[in-house]
């Protein structure tokens, strides 16, 4: 039977820096109010936010490295790419922001580089924090949830799937972890109409597919932790 919709649901699919030093003006702001750059700093951050979108990481970290460190926007955009290219100056970046206007993205990377290591308790706990400061951040919700998935707190997994479904919808990283869970509990008939409402291509339902076996041997699903967006000014 499941062999039967799982093909029924793939054939309604058509396709597919480094020293970590406090801002003392962003010490004293509260979160979500930090001091704006320059206008020309505020073009090169977006010069290195648009070849950090594009994949090309190095020569995003090489821009950022043209801007003042004392910016706790030029500090989180590196403390990202670094843990994206797998660099260890990512975590005392990341831990710099705590305590700045930046707090939440400080905590979400902290949790991210746990949950990459495996360490589902340090990130649930760094991540809980994050998802305190900012509650309307997908991306923060969808990663907590992954968390939860991994140690099968399901109904935990999926409220904050479904939060950051509604949250930011079109974006289908979260609605792909439910799909995960859907299939983990056999319930094939949800994680279809899921699939279509989503428009889920079939790589990625077959993607969600091994997930879900992978955790019912006891595995991890960390690869669907979600990449930053753009940070705001």
Not at 27 to 38: E, F, I, V
Not at 48 to 58: K, P, T, V, W
Request: net charge neutral.
């Amino acid at each position: 039977m499941k062999a039967l919709l799982m093909a029924t649901l793939l054939l309604v699919l058509t396709g597919c820096a480094a020293d970590g030093r406090f801002d003392l003006q962003a010490l004293n702001a509260k979160p979500g109010q930090c001091p704006k750059p320059t206008p020309e700093q505020d073009l090169s951050l977006s010069l290195a936010d648009d070849m950090a979108n594009e994949g090309r990481l190095h020569a995003s970290l090489a821009n950022l490295e043209g801007l003042p460190d004392n910016l706790v926007q030029v500090r989180v955009r590196k403390a990202r790419v670094l843990r994206q290219l797998g660099r260890s100056e990512a975590e005392p970046l990341y831990r710099g922001l705590l305590g700045t206007c930046m707090a939440a993205e400080g905590e979400h990377g902290l949790g991210q580089l746990a949950a990459a290591k495996g360490d589902n308790g340090m990130a649930m706990s760094h991540l809980q924090r994050a998802a305190r400061l900012s509650p309307t951040d997908e991306k923060i919700r969808n990663d907590l949830g992954v968390v939860y998935l991994n140690q099968l707190r399901l109904q935990d997994a999926r409220f904050e799937f479904l939060t950051a479904m509604e949250l930011k919808q079109g974006d289908n990283l979260a609605a792909l972890n439910m799909v995960t869970l859907l299939i983990y509990q056999d319930k094939w008939d949800d994680a279809a109409q899921l699939v279509t409402r989503a428009n889920l291509s079939p790589d990625q339902v077959s993607a969600a597919q091994a997930r879900a076996q992978k955790l019912k041997s006891g595995g991890k699903v960390v690869a669907t932790i979600a990449t930053p967006a753009t940070p705001l000014n």
